[in-house]
């Protein structure tokens, strides 16, 4: 089955999941990455903005604005071929972008610099259509994550997903980044002994 394929398969299988399962699942996920080591000690978290029928994230970053941890969110931007991730301090700093999702503006001065990269916990949360358990994902085939993780190789990164888009293999190339962690709704998928080099 080609990528195409198997993309379309399991985004169906994310389609199928109504609006409340969504919801309840999602906050699921949400509970379970709160409990991970490298979510709790993260200064930076950038994040995507649920579009369609992803893992929801907007609760995630009210919750995140309303804590005392003093995190610092940053949402991505499409730019071109590639997505930029911009600081934001409430919600209301989104307007619709790319294909009508929600997007930060882009201001140099809160942009995700490698100098933040280097100086502060950071962990990635995106989304995608389809992983696996050897921590392979694949994402809508723009590339614009894969890229942006081989500008920042030892950002942590954690898939979002539910159950229902975990495949025995994802099919993978040389361009592809790995996730460090899966998070669903019932478990954290990671690959035992794989470090960041």
Not at 114 to 125: A, G, M, Q, S, T
Not at 148 to 161: D, Y
Not at 162 to 185: G, H, L, N, S, Y
């Amino acid at each position: 089955m080609g990528k195409q394929a198997i993309r379309s398969k399991y985004l169906a299988y994310r389609d199928s999941l109504t609006t409340s399962e969504r919801l309840s699942k999602s906050m699921r996920i949400w509970k379970n990455l709160k409990r991970e080591r490298e979510f709790q000690e993260a200064e930076l978290v950038l994040v995507y903005l649920d579009y369609r029928s992803e893992v929801m994230t907007t609760g995630l970053v009210e919750e995140i604005f309303l804590s005392e941890g003093g995190r610092r969110v940053f949402a991505p931007k499409v730019e071109g071929l590639d997505i930029e991730f911009y600081e934001i301090h409430s919600l209301d700093d989104l307007r619709p972008g790319y294909q009508g999702i929600r997007e930060p503006e882009a201001d140099e001065e809160n942009r995700f610099t490698h100098r933040l990269y280097e100086e502060k916990n950071c962990i990635l949360l995106l989304p995608g259509s389809v992983y696996d358990r050897e921590l392979g994902r694949m994402g809508y085939g723009k590339g614009f994550y894969d890229r942006f993780l081989h500008k920042f190789p030892k950002l942590t990164s954690a898939g979002l997903a539910f159950d229902c888009q975990i495949a025995k293999a994802v099919p993978v190339d040389e361009k592809d980044e790995r996730v460090d962690m899966i998070v669903t709704e019932t478990e954290i998928i990671r690959m035992a002994g794989r470090e960041k080099e």
